[in-house]
């Protein structure tokens, strides 16, 4: 069979470049909190028991929405026709429940301490109110003492029960973070505000707030957009912190978070522009119409991790009503064509929300600088190789502060008959090169086993630069899937980028 190249987008087998959630409850990236006190319960909304029996394929519209809306500003989009929107057009339902104003926010400066190399400063930030639910957040900044990025801010949005702080462990990881990226980070906690709508937390409290805008068309629902609210209100506090303690001008923030708030993390750099680089951690989901599709094809059913959404029928009403626009608001694929900022993708090659190779279903409709970075033999936490993903994070941070890209990764996918091979190549150089190669008897492999094997650069090599390929034998029986994966050097800063994966 012919080569496929990148004028091939649909096939697997094509070539690429990277140029210039942890449960029901919550996601592995949380910092840990001590609950303190509750927010108040909205009323209980009685819907058409239709809706609650609606299959499976609107959760993903759920899922996209895996953060929803917000409260304030409520007037200003509560009004917002429930008509589908052209496809031709972006949406706009986001930005203007952010943009709507909210004499809420605000935020108190509570306290300051040393740890570990870090001043960290603790405020308490008020970002809005949401169905007469005012939100309130614990705004971690640390500031490091090798400070050399003044003016750029990596965010962190976290969550966390309402009340809550970090634990003394979360905080001396926070610290690390920021002596790596050698910048202040500043974490969010408790987005969205939880527990919620009767004792409602995470998945639970995300698929209600889709249901109650299902049912009443009130665009101020989906609790995702309130989640981004938090993040630009942070933003803000950061800023005028920053000012009127450290007389510094912070100019753009890199946002990152995991599972829902790593949708979030998506959506937020939609709606404000400070944002100047993102990335999304363990949310391998853009594009969720096709996503669940090719869960049902891969699996023959969906993700038992999402049974808040499949459960609840909400994504039947993303197949069967497309008059409304809940899916299109939260799925960052919606954005694609203005999401040109550099973003880092970090994801769990056993994730078992996603399928092994869920990104290659919007990899090459990203635009802009993008690099992926695969944690091998972890899940939806990240595991033992955590550590090893916020180093890359700390990096990537580092590249967007200097407006210079992370090494330019190309590699090409080939072969379809008896054997399969990557071919890989870098500006500059790595250290080293790995090819990843797991096998299942099945197309599902959550529970299957990653062995690596180290690659050296190819005699086929021609022309300039060194080229690195991987060949794998297509097994007699069962499925195989691989990637390959590049150390760097930043300083004392090991890092990895990764190539796309195959699954055959």
């Not at 790596?180 to 998945?203: C, R, S, T, W, Y």
């Not at 989906?222 to 993040?231: D, E, R």
């Not at 050097?489 to 699954?503: C, D």
């Amino acid at each position: 069979m012919p080569q496929a190249t990148n004028d091939d987008p649909t096939s697997r087998a094509s070539t690429r470049s990277a140029s210039p959630h942890c449960g029901e409850d919550g996601d592995a990236f949380n910092i840990s909190q001590r609950p303190i006190r509750l927010l108040p319960t909205a009323p209980t909304l009685q819907r058409d028991s239709a809706v609650r029996t609606l299959s499976c394929l609107a959760f993903v519209s759920l899922l996209a929405l895996l953060l929803p809306r917000h409260a304030v500003g409520k007037e200003a989009v509560a009004d917002a026709p429930a008509k589908a929107e052209s496809k031709a057009a972006i949406p706009t339902a986001l930005q203007d429940y952010v943009a709507a104003p909210d004499d809420t926010y605000g935020y108190e400066v509570v306290g300051s301490e040393k740890v570990d190399g870090c001043t960290v400063h603790k405020l308490e930030l008020t970002s809005q109110t949401w169905q007469d639910i005012v939100w309130k957040h614990a705004l971690y900044i640390y500031v490091p003492a090798n400070i050399q990025h003044k003016q750029t801010v990596l965010l962190f949005i976290t969550g966390g029960k309402v009340g809550g702080t970090p634990s003394d462990d979360d905080m001396k990881m926070a610290a690390k973070i920021a002596q790596a990226a050698a910048m202040p980070v500043a974490f969010v906690h408790q987005v969205p505000n939880q527990p919620l709508l009767g004792d409602k937390v995470e998945d639970d409290l995300i698929s209600e707030t889709f249901l109650r805008y299902v049912d009443s068309r009130d665009a101020t629902w989906p609790l995702l957009f309130p989640m981004v609210k938090s993040a630009t209100a942070a933003m803000t506090a950061v800023q005028d912190f920053g000012k009127q303690n450290y007389g510094v001008d912070v100019e753009q923030f890199v946002v990152t978070g995991g599972s829902k708030r790593g949708w979030t993390t998506w959506l937020t750099a939609v709606a404000d522009d400070r944002v100047a680089g993102i990335a999304p951690i363990v949310i391998d989901t853009l594009n969720l119409p096709a996503q669940m599709k090719y869960q049902l094809e891969t699996w023959g059913e969906y993700s038992e991790q999402i049974g808040d959404y499949t459960s609840k029928g909400l994504v039947d009403v993303m197949q069967n009503q497309p008059e409304i626009p809940l899916w299109q608001w939260v799925d960052p694929y919606t954005y694609r064509s203005v999401l040109k900022l550099p973003k880092l993708l970090i994801n769990g090659t056993n994730d078992r929300y996603w399928t092994v190779d869920a990104t290659n279903i919007y990899w090459d409709d990203l635009k802009g600088e993008k690099h992926v970075r695969y944690v091998p033999n972890a899940g939806h936490g990240l595991d033992d190789g955590k550590e090893g993903a916020l180093t890359t994070l700390a990096v990537f941070a580092q590249h967007v502060a200097e407006d210079k890209p992370l090494p330019e990764l190309k590699w090409t996918h080939e072969g379809d008959d008896g054997e399969y091979r990557l071919k890989i190549s870098s500006t500059p150089t790595p250290e080293s090169v790995r090819l990843w190669v797991a096998k299942s008897d099945t197309k599902d492999f959550r529970n299957a086993k990653w062995e690596a094997t180290e690659l050296r650069v190819s005699d086929e090599a021609g022309g300039d630069g060194e080229e690195f390929i991987g060949v794998v034998e297509k097994p007699a029986e069962g499925h195989i899937a691989l990637f390959g994966e590049a150390s760097y050097r930043q300083g004392p800063l090991p890092y990895n980028l990764s190539t796309t994966l195959r699954r055959e």
